[in-house]
Nanobody, 121 residues
Framework: QVQLVESGGGLVQAGGSLRLSCAAS????????MGWYRQAPGKQRELVAV???????DFIDSVKGRFTLSRDNAKNTVYLQMNSLKPEDTAVYYC???????????????WGQGTQVTVSS
């Protein structure tokens, strides 16, 4: 089993900043990718940002230039720094981890419980 502990959500005014963190622990041999998704009311869940084991990052177009993603491999933790927040960034943010439990083993996909980010105008 894998445990994901998310933190950092909250209420902020437009233009403000928040930092989300997600720490993974448990039966992890190798983390292939860690990232954040979000889901706003009435909308589908969408990928916000992802970082691979090699450090490559990718972002949804709407957050490019405003959000950054970093990873502490020693702590199996990923950080999403969100700057210049907009009301349209309001959503529940979910941490996602793709990992293996052993060498050459299958990949597993885990989700955090979600953390609310609310940006007021």
């Amino acid at each position: 089993q894998v445990q994901l502990v998310e933190s950092g959500g909250g209420l902020v005014q437009a233009g403000g900043s928040l930092r989300l963190s997600c720490a993974a622990s448990g039966s992890i041999f190798r983390i292939n990718a860690m990232g954040w998704y979000r889901q706003a009311p009435g909308k589908q869940r969408e990928l916000v940002a992802v970082i691979t084991s090699g450090g490559t990052t990718d972002f949804i177009d709407s957050v490019k230039g405003r959000f950054t993603l970093s990873r502490d491999n020693a702590k199996n933790t990923v950080y999403l720094q969100m700057n210049s927040l907009k009301p349209e960034d309001t959503a529940v943010y979910y941490c996602n981890v793709r990992h293996t439990r052993r060498a050459l083993g299958p990949e597993f996909n885990y989700w955090g419980q979600g953390t609310q980010v609310t940006v007021s105008s």
